[in-house]
Structure formats: C-alpha cells, structure tokens
C-alpha cells in the first residue's frame, strides 16, 4: 500500500541527501539542488545575508530568467528597486 506519510518522508530524506550546501564566505552559501531546470541542468542558489538589513537574498545569479529568455519569454522588473521579486 502506498502511504503518503511514507512517501513524504522518502522525498524530504532524498532531497535533503541530495542537497548540497557550500560556504562560499562568510556571508553568502551556495545551494546545490538535486531539481533540474527545462535543459536538466542542476538548479544552484545563493543565499547572501544582507549587511544593512536582517535578511536573506536568494539568487540563482540570473539564470532562470536567462532560461526563460532562451525560450522566448522576457520578464520585466517591477519599477519600485524596494519591491522583492
């Protein structure tokens, strides 16, 4: 019989195995998923504590909107720099 619980359980377990953090300085880790993007390829994120403020940045250095852009779908950036996409 197929559980949910179980089978929850399983896929937090492999994520969290097959994720890979990496202290790149003493400000920023790099993300290393085991997801994948439309090419396949290994979706990576940064996460930056923010000197002035008490938060976190997370980036993928661009690279969605690159994929997407690859694909023909261009996204423009609300006008307000205050507002987090």
Known sequence: MLDVK???AQHLAWAH???MLTQLNSGTVKIESPFVDSFHDGLVMYATKMADSNTIELTDDGWTNDNLESH??????????DTIC
Do not use: F
């Open 6 to 8: 179980d089978l929850s």
């Open 72 to 81: 023909g779908l261009y996204l423009n950036r609300p006008p307000s720099a």
């Open 17 to 19: 195995d097959e994720t």
